[in-house]
């Protein structure tokens, strides 16, 4: 059975930084895609940073791009999201979601081909006061 798990949520001034886990149990970090997405409340969910193995492919989305920073810990089938310069659009409950296998580029998971994104954490909230 597949799970994941976030955390790293918090309360952070504008400006300061975050790095939000996702903890994978279930599959392993060969062939796999995982994304991280958040919703503000009122808005719709939108595609953050995502990593395919089909390419190698990493996206980040332009809102935080040069900001926020995707990576993994394959021996502790664990990835992260590293976000600097906190602002208060960021405000949202940030999501994991994976699969594995890959089918798809990044860009297409964290886009149209959300829905390819099997798996899914109940997310943790973060929040940014101006």
């Known amino acids: 059975e597949v799970q994941l798990v976030e955390s790293g949520g918090g309360l952070v001034q504008a400006g300061g930084s975050l790095r939000l886990s996702c903890a994978a149990s279930?599959?392993?970090?060969?062939?796999?895609?995982i994304g991280w997405f958040r919703q503000a409340p009122g808005k719709e969910r939108e595609g953050v940073s995502c990593?395919?193995?089909?390419?190698?492919?990493?996206y980040y989305a332009d809102s935080v791009k040069g900001r926020f920073t995707i990576s993994s810990d394959n021996a502790k089938n664990t990835v992260y999201l590293q976000m600097n310069s906190l602002q208060p659009e960021d405000t949202a409950v940030y999501y994991c979601?994976?699969?594995?296998?890959?089918?798809?580029?990044?860009?297409?998971?964290?886009?149209?081909?959300?829905?390819?994104?099997?798996?899914w954490g109940k997310g943790t909230l973060v929040t940014v006061s101006s």
């Open positions: 279930g599959f392993t970090f060969d062939d796999y895609a």
């Open positions: 979601a994976a699969v594995a296998p890959a089918f798809y580029s990044a860009r297409d998971y964290c886009g149209p081909y959300y829905y390819g994104l099997k798996f």
């Open positions: 990593f395919s193995s089909v390419q190698g492919s990493t």
